[in-house]
């Protein structure tokens, strides 16, 4: 297939989960902690998903030091005008990219793209107050969910799909990684206070973002013990949201296209898998932080690898 | 409203939880109030609207036994606006809770033991005797940690003159608690803006103490601890309640065809074949627990657990035989256990109460029998009950035959008149009365969740709030300091 059919089959996916991923953030953002026990700033509260959506320094660089605020944070992510990878912008890009390809994609899916392009490109845009905002979101993410059923129940499982699914679970992979990142930063310092109701909470948000908190409790009985999080989250295979699932899911996407000459991919897919096929004990060993930057590191190799093999 | 009925000069004007005497909201209300009327009438209703439908799709319901075998399935009905309690509201409901489970808890160990109690003369030997929760077949099991009700659900209510009263102990299989968490996770939905202004104690980690005081039972150690929810299945009244809690703690949700009793060890039926069980959090009354022990006609229990349970291969939470110690007729001694126990003076009274045993309190009852509550004393849920102010003569005097009859079967007390509160009802705001029902959950610790269950009286007037006749529900908020 064409080069550029594919670069947008990649993209569409990725920015369709990067949208859906973000809303879910701020969903569980807004709601999982308004009750606020404990004194939480605003900025302890909002900071997180700016570095998690790496959009830290354009916030700063549109704010200054003027502070982070709820009605500020929303309107940024939602479809801030300097943020190049806010919910709307991600939207359009994905349109864009469906677009390009659309003689690959099914008609339904086709219909799906516009509804949710229209049905959320002027909404984004009002200012927002936080309980309309959250309902939105919920409503993004169940269009996402719906997208995704029909894209699994309608569209051809050939070359155009694989490129579907390395984009999709690559995005996948690499927002996990910042949210166990930046999230277990936060949560851990404090040792003692594991086991606490506040311990408690931050886990369940954490989970709560990955859709992975029922499932989770069913995995691990001794409560939310850092390493048993991080395991899960990483390592295990049956969870859809592991970094360990997407990457079995890329490996088996690159079968299907075949890695022929492909040296570059090779090589990088072939790492990225390697640093899943270990265990909690290592990750700790090397320290968690450290172990992540280096799985997104690897996670950039195999975009660039692709890019360099597939989409030029 | 009510007749008004003098009694020794207190006010019989029910307490308002919301307003003060001059018509303004008390100050912890007065945030909450300054938003409601900012909020309006036409939002209000809009959020009344999409609470329900929230509910719809989470599918929080309850069902209503009624003609056929199904039952009636029922939205689980919530009212906007929260119910507050204050910091120093709550240090006294908590020490109080705590103060009783764990006198309760001793008397249980006591009756099931020695019974020092009864030799002590502090309590009739007839009425633990007569008592049909009284288990004669577990008298010297000892179980895990000496501890038999390890979920209490205990009925707050608030007098006229505000003082929190404890109106009835739950000590079976209390129910509601998930009802606490959904109403929370409704209001934060509906009504996040309602939040901005307080600072909110969290309950939605009830589930996780919960499973913790549950592993702590485990007869092989926390590390392998195998529990289940034993439910009677899909058409209890609180199923919804028991798959809440064993998706939120990741448990298996069983019912006893599930399980299996070999020589006293309990085992779940799997596909990778026989899973051993080590704690067995029951939803069903003892008596279909184990047909070999209670009811022989019993399909809903586990046969042979409860010789499990004596041999010390799996714990039963709550104990068998539990039910003894919240028998109406036990209540009136309630504070008598706890200075007997403890030496202490009851931080929570109890609502006064008549024994019907007794000819004099019984004669006094009669007498006034349109301001009395009748209730029979193995009932529960507002079945077996006789409102005073709402009867005829004519079923009034039916209670008076059901009390000679047997009088051991029945207590009264005065109608207590519920607190009030400001509820949004059909487009306007209007006062319902209401009570409390905190989880106390007795592990390793006794622990209380800040909050609890609000139950509101949806009929004008009407003082009862139990689910099943027409009750509703309040999210209630425990404020920090």
Known sequence: ????????????????????????????????????????????????????????????????????????????????????????????????????????????????????????????????????????????????????GLTASTMMRGEAYAFYELGGCLERADMTSRILDVKYHIILPDLSMVGSALDYYQWAALLKSLSGFEAFRRSYHAGFMPADVAEFVVLNREFPRSIAFSVERMTEALEKIGLQDKEATSVAFNWLSAMVDTTARDIFAQGLHEYLEQLLDKIGQCHAALAGDFFQ | MYKHIPSGGKSRTPYHEFYSDDFTPRPHYQLLWDHIRSTGNNALEVKSHESQLALQAEGVTFTVYGDNEEGIERIWPFDLIPRIITASEWVKIESGLKQRVRALNLFLADLYGEQKIIKDGVIPPELIYQGKDFRREIIGIVPPLGIYTHISGIDIIRDEQGEFLILEDNLRTPSGVSYMIENRVIERRIMPEFFGKYRVRRVEHYPSLLLAALRSLSPRGKENAEIVVLTPGIYNSAYFEHTFLAKEMGVELAEGRDMVTINDIVYLKTTKGLQQVDVIYRRIDDDFLDPLVFRSDSALGITGVINAWRAGNVAIVNAPGSGIADDKAVYPFVPDIIRYYLGQQPILNNVPTYQMTSVKDREYVFDNMERMVVKAVSESGGYGMLMGPSSTPA???????????????????????????????????????????????????????????????????????????????????????
């Open chain 1, 1 to 148: 297939m064409l080069s550029r059919i594919a670069d947008s089959m990649y993209w569409m996916a990725r920015y369709l989960e990067r949208a859906g991923e973000t809303a879910r953030l701020m969903e569980i953002n807004l709601l999982y902690l308004v009750e606020a026990e404990e004194d939480m700033s605003e900025e302890y509260r909002w900071r997180p998903i700016l570095q998690i959506t790496s959009t830290e320094p354009m916030y700063r660089e549109l704010f200054g030091d003027t502070g982070i605020t709820t009605p500020r944070v929303v309107q940024f992510i939602s479809a801030g005008r300097t943020n190049t990878s806010c919910i709307r912008t991600c939207l359009r890009l994905f349109r864009e990219n469906a677009r390009v390809a659309r003689d690959r994609i099914s008609k339904e899916m086709w219909e799906a793209v516009n509804e949710i392009w229209m049905g959320f490109n002027e909404r984004l845009k009002t200012s927002l107050s936080a309980e309309r905002a959250s309902s939105l979101f919920v409503e993004l993410r169940n269009q996402v969910a719906r997208f995704n």
């Open chain 2, 395 to 481: 079923l009034r005097k039916e209670f008076m035959d059901l009390v000679l009859e047997n009088p051991r079967n029945y207590i009264a007390q005065p109608v207590v008149y519920l607190s009030r509160h400001v509820c949004y009802m059909d487009s306007e705001l209007e006062a319902r009365h209401l009570d409390l029902r905190p989880f106390v959950i007795y592990g390793e610790d006794i622990e209380v969740v800040p909050g609890g269950l609000t139950r509101v009286a949806l009929r004008k007037g009407s003082l009862v709030v139990n689910s099943s006749q027409g009750g509703g529900s309040k999210d209630t908020w425990v404020l920090a300091e």
